[in-house]
């Protein structure tokens, strides 16, 4: 999220470094995306249009705005664009429907919601984040999260409660939050 939109400013200048990190941030998460829609022969092609479009037009993104809403919606017209190739007359609309949604912005946010999400958990501490992606990607109790870790139940629920605080901090303030001002990391 924030590391993500802070190199928005930097690839608007034409800063090819900025490029880079976003293709490194991201690109997983789209070329993720774009399997789902393009398939997974094409998506890594598609992928790179997407990010030659990202730098072909960097002069034309707003800092103001998300970059990784950007770069998702370059992603979906460019899987868009592979589905009227296969089909050069005819694109069903439900085909693209449960490509784009009704706008095509609602799959596009969530993609870039979660690139977000990605981005923040990355920031907390080990024993936080470890701790969150136990429970909610491998869909662990704290109780099982304990005894996995060697740890108390109390030290779990602690790690979780601080983890997801910051989290919070993280998605929804333009502040960093207190783990990256000095305050408690564990």
Known sequence: MEVVDALGPRLASGDEAALEECYALIGPTVL????????QDEAEDVLQRTFLDVWRGSNRYDPRQSLSGWVFTIARRRAIDTLRGRHPTVVSVDVLRDLVGEDGREIAERFAWAADLRAAMSRLPDAQRQALEMAYFEDRTQRDIAQVLD???GTVKARMARGTKALGELLTQDDPPAMERGGELE
């Open 32 to 39: 993720a995306y774009l399997r789902r829609h393009v398939g």
């Open 151 to 153: 740890v108390p139940l």
